[in-house]
C-alpha cells in the first residue's frame, strides 16, 4: 500500500531564509507526487507535482521539489521564504487515489 | 469556471442528526474523492468514485455513505452523526492524475 511521511511536524524559518520540507513516500511503481499548500481556514492549493522526466520540479509561488528514486523521496524547496509562506504544506502520492503525509506547519519569524 | 464546489460551508449537527454534503465539480473529471482533515492527522480519505454510478471505500469509511448518480456530483452522507465526525470535510476531482479541491466543509457534532 502507499504511504507517505512528512518527518516534521512544524519548521519555524526567519524571512529570506532557506526552506525545506521533508517528504518520503513508499510505493511499488513509479509514483505520481504533489505538494499541496494549505493557508488558515482554506482549502488545498497544488504547488507542484511530479509524474515523470526531469527529477527537479518547478512549481508556483516560487517553490520547487527534487525527487530522488533512490531515497523513496519528494523534497520541497524555496530559497527565500516571505511572510506569506506561513501555512501547512503537504506532500502526496497518487495512483487512482490520493494519499497524504500528516503535513508540515511552516512558521516565518521576521 | 467554478471547479470544485462544496456545500454548505459551515454546518453544526446534534448527534444522531442526518445530513448530505454535496460536492459539485464543473470540470467533467471522472474521479471524485471525500477526505476529512483532522489536526495532525493530515487528510484521510473516506470514499471515492472512479466514475458516474460507482463508489469504494477509502481509509476510513464507517460512518459515511456516498453516492455519485451524475458525474458532476458526489454526496457525502452522515446518517446518524457521531461526535468523532466533527472534522473539516474536502471533496476533491481529478482529472490526469491530478486531484484539485474545492474550499471544505467544517462540520460540528454536538
Known amino acids: 500500500a502507499q504511504s507517505v511521511t512528512q518527518p516534521d511536524i512544524h519548521i519555524t524559518v526567519s524571512e529570506g531564509a532557506s526552506l525545506e520540507l521533508r517528504c518520503n513516500y513508499s510505493?511499488?511503481?513509479?509514483?505520481?507526487l504533489f505538494w499541496y499548500v494549505q493557508s488558515p481556514g482554506q482549502g488545498l492549493q497544488l504547488l507542484l507535482k511530479?509524474?515523470?522526466?526531469?527529477?527537479l520540479v518547478q512549481g508556483i509561488k516560487g517553490f520547487e521539489a527534487e525527487f530522488k528514486r533512490s531515497q523513496s523521496s519528494f523534497n520541497l524547496r524555496k530559497p527565500s521564504v516571505h511572510w506569506s509562506d506561513a501555512a501547512e504544506y503537504f506532500c502526496a502520492v497518487n495512483d487512482y487515489k490520493l494519499s497524504f503525509g500528516a503535513g508540515t506547519t511552516v512558521t516565518v519569524r521576521a | 469556471n467554478a471547479g470544485v464546489t462544496q456545500t454548505p460551508k459551515f454546518r453544526v449537527l446534534k448527534t444522531g442528526q442526518s445530513m448530505t454534503l454535496l460536492c459539485a465539480q464543473d470540470?467533467?473529471?471522472?474521479?471524485m474523492y471525500w477526505y476529512r482533515q483532522d489536526p495532525g492527522m493530515g487528510l484521510r480519505l473516506i470514499h471515492y468514485?472512479?466514475?458516474?454510478?460507482?463508489?469504494a471505500k477509502g481509509e476510513v469509511p464507517d460512518g459515511y455513505n456516498v453516492s455519485r448518480l451524475k458525474k458532476q456530483n458526489f454526496l457525502l452522507g452522515l446518517e446518524s452523526a457521531a461526535p468523532s465526525q466533527t472534522s473539516v470535510y474536502f471533496c476533491?476531482?481529478?482529472?490526469?492524475?491530478?486531484?484539485?479541491f474545492g474550499q471544505g466543509t467544517r462540520l460540528t457534532v454536538v
Open positions: 468514485s472512479v466514475g458516474e454510478g460507482t463508489t
Open positions: 476533491a476531482s481529478s482529472y490526469s492524475n491530478t486531484p484539485f
Open positions: 511530479y509524474f515523470s522526466g526531469d527529477t
Open positions: 510505493y511499488g511503481a513509479t509514483p505520481y
Open positions: 470540470m467533467n473529471h471522472e474521479y
